[in-house]
């Protein structure tokens, strides 16, 4: 059985890696096949293949009806009005609410829309909104087929949408039709959902104003997006952001608390002469309770994969109670395994799935020859250390893969942590959301004290130097040998060496950046939506051009792009920083990179009092006539002219820092946001300068740029505009993204290809994150 359902989760896993999903027949292909192999084949390796094959089919089946509900592109972008309910708990980001809304009726005719929305609601200035699930309310909203920005090494929204059912996104249009219709529609679904909402209510009007209100809601109803993202900082370099949601640990908990209470009442029989054990036994019925108790707990949870596992393990252990048949661990966590695929294959595409199954698998590998029985509170100590040391060294080389940094005091983290969330913080704030109204604010208030003084603990350690490794994602290779020392550190006792197995770690964390050849550079513009980002390589120097928008307070490119990807590379510091100029398309992740990672020096046209400057480390002006050489790549600024500073009245896009790379005969020109104004006096000035085979389109392609004079000059092969999809400004301007094509220039738009790499050397290689790494699940 196990066999089997590894071969269903490895078939599952694979098809997430696919660019087309089967067509039916080859879907029946698979079955058919899997079948032959139970018939013809023999042993383990006959059920994994079956398992691999039925996997595969299984989760192509399903994403085709996930799939299927479409937006029509002709409907993008016009106005529909609908009425549905809200579908889960929504969520205040500050300038309004985003929801799930559930599509019962379209009033628009002859327009078709899929099921499951996620829509923003933005708020008017002094307007007050206030969604709850379950309500029912007629909406005029404006709609698009699911997009999300497309890099290597970050998140995926686009295959988060389809784990969630969600095939359109939007907002709300002002309108007078917008109206509540019902106060609550009663649906299984929404019935929870009310119940979470409630709760958090409670939680949030108690703790009114305290700095971890959210990390309590997070631990009571597995909603976390209330936590502020210094939170989130401290709690990945301590290593213990595991605990700030609703974990196994906690499930299992709540679940012995309510099999032991029941267990106690059936054995008095309520305190009656009902005689109750004799009807049925006390085990049986605690069996009921505890699984009973895990999934209410975990319907109030979100229904997250650590959840759902801890879910399934328990329930199949009280089905096995109830029939009699007990079977070992390792069957139970492959039982749940098998359920979380099944019900969820897209499960494997996202961390906890590897993090949960792989916690609970070291913990299994570790325990084989070393039987114990805890007794007294030595022996419960004991106990604890090794399974935690299990699972610190049994997680490294998955979490280096997945996050590219490990925490180091991450074991004494957790020992602190650990008991203090579990057994304290977590009851604590689960009697103060349950209980009545005079009892619940005190207890809520003690919980966020306890917690209060523990992160104040977490926040010492994540402060000291080496709280974190770091280290570029390894190859699969490195990684595999990486797990072979783990299990050769982890395995039984007598076996040889054990301490041996750190030398296959060595490799892991020694791994050294990948980075150009001398003489030759790499430009890579990534895609942050609508705003400019560009990391330049040389063989020992990087420069980052622009940092991206803001997209929501607390969220910007900085945090949601370029973070991830420097960290994936293992790059640890910038030598350089420019930010073009003030427009928060360009500068909105210049200060969470500032305070992220060194950066050398920083470039800018920004005014003195601006606070990236007052926050750089060194600031320069960007001067046209800057030149500078680095690794035989020769780096000059062409804009602005010095005498631009001294117009008060001047716009920010004409001061944007023009920067020209260039070696081995190739270059590439970064204009920013300059207009034709600025277009004219570099063609009249220097237009020897500005040829360049790739041309990052000056202001996203506007009209008010790209000016063919401009284009004649510089001659670009290629031209790049890093554009938003389907954003506002309507970026690139038709007539402007023609104009490139009628002069026989290639055009890369990022809201289309995702990231773009350009490598200049010998050759200009050209790379789309879109196209090599294609997903079934990418807009066509």
């Known amino acids: 059985m196990r066999s089997t359902i590894l071969g269903v989760a490895a078939g599952a896993a694979f098809l997430q890696t696919r660019a087309t999903l089967p067509e039916a027949w080859q879907i029946a292909a698979c079955l058919a096949a899997s079948i032959a192999c139970l018939i013809a084949l023999r042993g383990m390796v006959r059920a994994a293949i079956a398992g691999a094959l039925a996997g595969f089919a299984w989760a192509a089946f399903l994403a085709h009806l996930a799939l299927a509900p479409q937006l029509e592109k002709s409907d993008e972008g016009r106005d529909i009005d609908i009425v549905g309910t809200v579908a889960k708990l929504p969520h205040d980001f500050g300038q309004g609410t985003r929801f799930q809304f559930e599509v019962e009726q379209v009033l628009t005719p002859q327009t078709e829309i899929p099921p499951m929305l996620a829509l923003s609601w933005y708020r008017a200035e002094d307007e007050r909104l206030q969604l709850r699930p379950g309500e029912r309310w007629r909406l005029t909203v404006r709609l698009q087929r699911p997009h999300g920005n497309a890099n290597p090494h970050g998140f995926d929204y686009e295959a988060w949408l389809l784990g969630q059912g969600i095939r359109a996104t939007g907002y709300v249009r002002a309108a007078p039709g917008n109206g509540r219709l019902n106060a609550f529609v009663a649906t299984p679904g929404n019935v929870v959902e009310r119940c979470r909402d409630l709760l958090r209510a409670r939680i949030l009007a108690a703790l009114d104003g305290k700095p971890y209100a959210g990390v309590i809601v997070a631990l009571v109803v597995g909603d976390q997006r209330g936590i502020e993202q210094p939170d989130w900082d401290v709690f990945n370099r301590t290593g213990v952001s595991h605990l700030v949601a609703i974990s196994g640990l906690h499930i299992t908990m709540v679940a012995g608390m309510a099999a032991l209470a029941m267990s106690q009442l059936w054995r008095r029989s309520f305190f009656t002469r009902a005689q109750l054990p004799l009807l049925l036994p006390a085990q049986k019925v605690a069996a009921i309770a505890g699984a009973a108790a895990a999934l209410l707990y975990v319907l109030l949870a979100g ?148 917690l209060a003084l523990l992160a104040w603990a977490l926040d010492w350690l994540a402060g ?130 500032l305070d992220a990672l060194p950066v050398d020096t920083v470039s800018s046209s920004l005014g003195p009092g601006h606070r990236i400057v007052q926050a750089a480390r060194r600031h320069a002006r960007c001067v046209a006539g800057q030149r500078w050489e680095w690794d035989g790549v020769v780096f000059e600024m062409l804009q602005p002219a010095p005498a631009s500073y001294q117009d008060s009245d001047l716009k920010a896009n004409a001061r944007s820092c023009t920067l020209r790379i260039a070696a081995q005969g190739r270059a590439v020109l970064l204009a920013g946001d300059i207009e034709a104004a600025q277009e004219a006096a570099l063609v009249s000035g220097s237009p020897e300068k500005l040829r360049a085979d790739v041309l990052l389109a000056p202001h996203h392609g506007s009209g008010t740029s790209s000016s063919p004079a401009f284009l004649a000059a510089v001659q670009p092969a290629i031209g790049v505009f890093q554009v938003g999809y389907r954003n506002r400004y309507r970026h690139p301007k038709k007539e402007i993204f023609e104009r490139y094509g009628e002069l026989q220039i290639r055009r890369l738009r990022t809201d289309d290809a995702g990231a773009i790499t350009f490598e200049f050397g010998p050759d200009l290689v050209t790379s789309e994150y879109r196209r090599a790494h294609a997903r079934y699940w990418f807009e066509p």
């Open 303 to 450: 229904f997250g994969v650590p959840a759902q596992r801890t879910l399934y393990m328990l329930a199949v252990v009280a089905a096995a109670l109830w029939l009699g048949r007990l079977a070992s661990v390792s069957h139970i966590l492959c039982l749940a395994l098998g359920l979380v695929v099944l019900l969820d294959p897209w499960a494997v595409l996202w961390p906890g799935f590897w993090l949960s199954f792989g916690a609970v698998g070291v913990i299994l590998y570790a325990g084989v020859g070393r039987m114990q029985v805890a007794e007294g509170w030595r022996g419960s100590l004991r106990l604890a250390a090794g399974t935690q040391y299990a699972v610190t060294l049994g997680l490294v080389p998955l979490t280096l893969l997945l996050f590219s940094q490990v925490s180091l005091v991450g074991p004494l983290a957790n020992a602190l942590a650990i008991p203090v969330v579990s057994f304290v913080v977590t009851p604590l704030a689960l009697a103060g959301s349950l209980l009545p109204a005079p009892l619940a604010g005190p207890i809520l208030l003690a919980a966020h004290a306890v």
């Open 464 to 593: 000291l130097p080496l709280a974190v490794w770091s280290a570029p994602a390894p190859p699969p290779w490195l990684f595999v040998l990486a797990l072979l020392g783990t299990a050769w550190m982890l395995a039984p006792r007598g076996w040889p060496h054990r301490w041996a197995g750190a030398a296959a770690w060595l490799p892991l964390f020694l791994l050294q950046p990948s980075h150009p050849a001398p003489g030759s550079f790499s430009v890579t513009a990534f895609d942050v939506g609508q705003g400019m980002a560009l990391l330049v390589e040389t063989r020992g120097h990087r420069l980052l051009y622009d940092t991206g928008p803001q997209y929501a307070p607390g969220q910007d490119a900085g945090s949601r792009v370029l973070l991830p990807y420097l960290r994936a590379r293992g790059i640890r510091r910038l030598d350089s920083l420019v930010v073009s100029h003030s427009d928060v398309d360009h500068a909105g992740g210049a200060l969470t990179l």
